[in-house]
């Protein structure tokens, strides 16, 4: 399994990432010493995904306090770095959450952050793999299908993770299950996650899918040709509201009109009970270029101008399920109450 994102210790410590952005035409591998570096890497999506963004802020922490000493910063010069690694993408709530579970500990030294972060490494692997099972246990159950035909959105395989993954991890799970039927991966516009990361990672794993352009996948839903939708997820809030990469409530409003199941599946750490509802979250707004060519070749009229939202919201009401590692809720059946309060196994 491919790894997206670790800490290597020699021959200099660094945070070592695949480059998504040259994915899948070749596999490089990025070594990230400064803070400009990994806020640029973070940036650019060559490193992406909720949960190896919380990676990246937790090691990124490291590397903030390796380059100020040796660039002898003062105690509010490091934590402004950190500040920037903090910030360097606003919609996934892992990124700010990963940082935060670390520079507490920055009095202690590198050695104990690093401790730290590699704990943020780790426990995101066991989550995924918990909740791959229990989501594929919950889908296997309301499906009611031999065969699970899947559609989904963007990439939430080990690449947007520390491993396994999310939304890809159940499809894994089914898979290795034998109960998986063919999978539809949206292409996933404007950055093409769909098309250039996940059938890279189903092609490796030996997964049978087809790419659909993002404008089939409400037809493709129904028409009957998929059983669930599976997303993965960049916040949920606390009634279980859901940001996930643009496109995903098109595939919520149409699981509901179909009746088949719009499963969510994040780690805990994408969960940001602080805030109320989707209302409150901060949708990136990526550059116009992105939607305005193709490949770096201009598509659309010189004087065109675009409107590109990395991510959109789901309301709670319209998902049928959101799987962590700590079990499955139904955000239908709290009302839009304390979804996370009183967490059940369902
Ligand atoms: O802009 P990206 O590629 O970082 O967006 C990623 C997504 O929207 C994923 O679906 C989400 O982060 C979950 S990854 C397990």
């Known amino acids: 399994m491919v790894v997206a994102i670790e800490w290597v210790r020699n021959p200099r410590p660094h945070?070592?990432?695949?480059?998504?952005?040259?994915?899948?035409?070749?596999?490089?591998?990025?070594?990230?010493?400064?803070?400009?570096?990994?806020?640029?890497?973070?940036?650019?999506?060559?490193?992406?995904?909720?949960?190896?963004?919380?990676?990246?802020?937790?090691?990124?922490?490291?590397?903030?306090m390796n380059q100020g000493e040796q660039e002898g910063w003062d105690e509010a010069e490091l934590q402004r770095n950190v500040d920037l690694v903090r910030d360097a993408r606003p919609t996934a709530v892992n990124l700010a959450w990963g940082v935060n579970e670390v520079r507490h500990a920055?009095?202690?030294?590198?050695?104990?952050?690093?401790?730290?972060?590699?704990?943020?490494?780790?426990?995101?692997?066991?989550?995924?793999?918990?909740?791959?099972?229990?989501?594929?246990?919950?889908?296997?159950?309301?499906?009611?299908?031999?065969?699970?035909?899947?559609?989904?959105?963007?990439?939430?395989?080990?690449?947007a993770t520390t491993a396994w993954g999310t939304a890809y991890g159940i499809i894994h799970e089914l898979h290795e299950?034998?109960?998986?039927?063919?999978?539809?991966?949206?292409e996933t516009r404007p950055l093409l996650q769909g098309s250039r990361l996940t059938s890279?990672?189903?092609?490796?794993?030996?997964?049978?899918?087809?790419?659909?352009?993002?404008?089939?996948?409400?037809?493709?839903?129904?028409?009957?040709?998929?059983?669930?939708?599976?997303?993965?997820?960049?916040?949920?809030?606390?009634?279980?509201?859901?940001?996930?990469?643009?496109?995903?409530?098109?595939?919520?409003?149409?699981?509901?009109?179909?009746?088949?199941?719009?499963?969510?599946?994040?780690?805990?750490?994408?969960?940001?009970?602080?805030?109320?509802t989707g209302e409150d979250i901060h949708i990136e707004e990526r550059a116009a270029l992105e939607v305005l060519e193709l490949g770096g070749v201009r598509t659309a009229p010189a004087t065109a101008r675009a409107f590109n939202p990395a991510f959109d919201v789901t309301p709670h009401d319209l998902i049928s399920a959101i799987v962590t590692e700590q079990g499955v809720v139904v955000p239908a059946r709290s009302g839009g109450g304390a979804l996370f309060a009183d967490l059940v196994n369902q």
Do not use: M
């Open 177 to 186: 299950r034998g109960r998986l039927g063919l999978v539809y991966a949206d």
């Open 15 to 64: 945070i070592r990432l695949i480059d998504q952005t040259v994915l899948p035409g070749a596999v490089q591998y990025l070594e990230i010493t400064t803070v400009t570096d990994l806020v640029a890497a973070i940036q650019s999506l060559a490193v992406r995904g909720a949960p190896a963004l919380g990676a990246a802020g937790a090691l990124g922490v490291v590397v903030a």
């Open 106 to 159: 920055i009095p202690e030294g590198a050695d104990r952050v690093l401790e730290l972060a590699q704990r943020v490494v780790d426990e995101d692997g066991a989550a995924n793999r918990e909740l791959s099972r229990l989501g594929a246990d919950w889908i296997l159950d309301a499906t009611g299908r031999e065969q699970v035909r899947v559609v989904t959105h963007c990439n939430t395989g080990a690449l």
């Open 200 to 276: 890279w990672e189903l092609t490796q794993d030996g997964i049978d899918h087809v790419i659909q352009a993002d404008g089939a996948a409400a037809s493709t839903i129904l028409r009957g040709l998929v059983d669930v939708a599976i997303i993965g997820a960049d916040r949920i809030t606390a009634n279980g509201d859901t940001a996930n990469k643009v496109g995903s409530v098109t595939l919520a409003l149409a699981c509901e009109r179909a009746g088949i199941p719009f499963v969510v599946a994040a780690p805990y750490s994408t969960v940001d009970a602080g805030t109320a």
